[in-house]
């Protein structure tokens, strides 16, 4: 349901934009959110995007990161900017329907961050 890409490896400093494409839709999602789960740590919420546009961050990455949904394209983006060695991780698309108590998760990209 949910594919995500855009990971790999940069240098601290750099950007990467991370895409999540819903082949059946993310309009009918209530909210779409990136997660991340970095090595040795639990699984964080790094940014949320709700139908109505209201979008939450996790203070780490506020001023860096900005997550956007193009509903034509059925699609949900995380721009990263400024990354630092500490962004490396899996990071996760996944959507949610509370209506139906739906939620979906993507296969994971790679960021890795070097310093």
């Known amino acids: 349901q949910l594919q995500a890409s855009g990971g790999g490896l940069v240098q601290a400093g750099g950007s990467l934009r991370l895409s999540c494409a819903a082949s059946g839709g993310i309009s009918s999602m209530n909210v779409m959110g990136w997660y991340r789960r970095a090595p040795g740590k639990e699984r964080e919420l790094v940014a949320s995007?709700?139908?109505?546009?209201?979008?939450n961050y996790v203070d780490s990455v506020k001023g860096r990161f900005t997550i956007s949904r193009d509903n034509t394209k059925n699609t949900v983006f995380l721009q990263m900017n400024s990354l630092k060695p500490e962004d490396t991780a899996v990071y996760y698309c996944n959507g949610r329907n509370f209506r139906f108590n739906l939620d979906y998760w993507g296969q994971g990209t790679l960021v890795t961050v070097s310093s």
């Open positions: 995007i709700t139908s109505g546009g209201s979008i």
